[in-house]
């Protein structure tokens, strides 16, 4: 078992959580963790860098002027690699790095990557974050308060348009539904913040299905 603190707006410790390691797996599955940021990282990748073969370049397939008789170097069309203008002999092409999971492997390894935080202490139970305008500076005051001075998912139990542009504009901070989580946004952040709600939500998942 797993004791994880609550803590109010002023960093004050209200209460604990017991959590059962047996919820996110029980072990942390590194290859399975590994494969799952490798998806996220080449699914944010685009694959636009592209340039001209002779095929692409606009211009006559006419031969230049006729193989022999006038002194010149022989010569094809005008699209030929080796003039200026023509296409690139080894020519990139737009392509597409991303590839895909099954679902019950990225819960896996979202539950991995999740089980990691805890084990290292970087999960942090807040009892409520809402606001009734968007403040970015009480949002930061909050993470001064929890002791939060770098990278991290705040993770919420449904979406909140005060919370949202109160966190937006704070350095290396990112916001996301409970349900939205994925190993390669977890693990791409320090720490992993969590409202109450959303914390007890993530833990009785299986029961609300």
Do not use: W
């Amino acid at each position: 078992m797993i004791t994880v603190s609550v803590y109010n707006r002023e960093g004050a410790e209200l209460e604990t959580l017991k959590v059962d390691e047996g919820i996110f797996g029980g072990c942390v599955r590194y290859p399975l963790l590994k494969q799952s940021i490798l998806m996220y990282q080449a699914n944010k990748r685009l694959g636009v860098a592209a340039t001209k073969n002779r095929s692409k370049v606009e211009g006559s397939t006419r031969k230049l002027y006729r193989q022999k008789g006038t002194g010149n170097a022989r010569a094809g069309m005008v699209r030929t690699p080796v003039r200026v203008g023509g296409g690139v002999t080894f020519a990139k092409a737009a392509r597409d790095f991303s590839f895909k999971m099954p679902r019950k492997q990225r819960r896996l390894a979202c539950d991995s990557a999740i089980l990691a935080k805890l084990q290292s202490g970087n999960v942090i139970v807040v009892d409520e974050l809402g606001f009734q305008s968007p403040k970015t500076k009480e949002f930061a005051r909050i993470l001064s308060n929890l002791k939060i001075n770098r990278s991290c998912l705040v993770a919420v139990e449904k979406h909140d348009e005060n919370l949202l542009k109160s966190v937006r504009n704070v350095s290396r901070v990112g916001l996301s539904a409970v349900s939205d989580l994925n190993a390669g946004e977890v693990c791409n952040r320090q720490k992993l913040l969590f409202t109450k709600e959303a914390f007890l939500a993530l833990l009785n998942r299986d029961q609300n299905v």
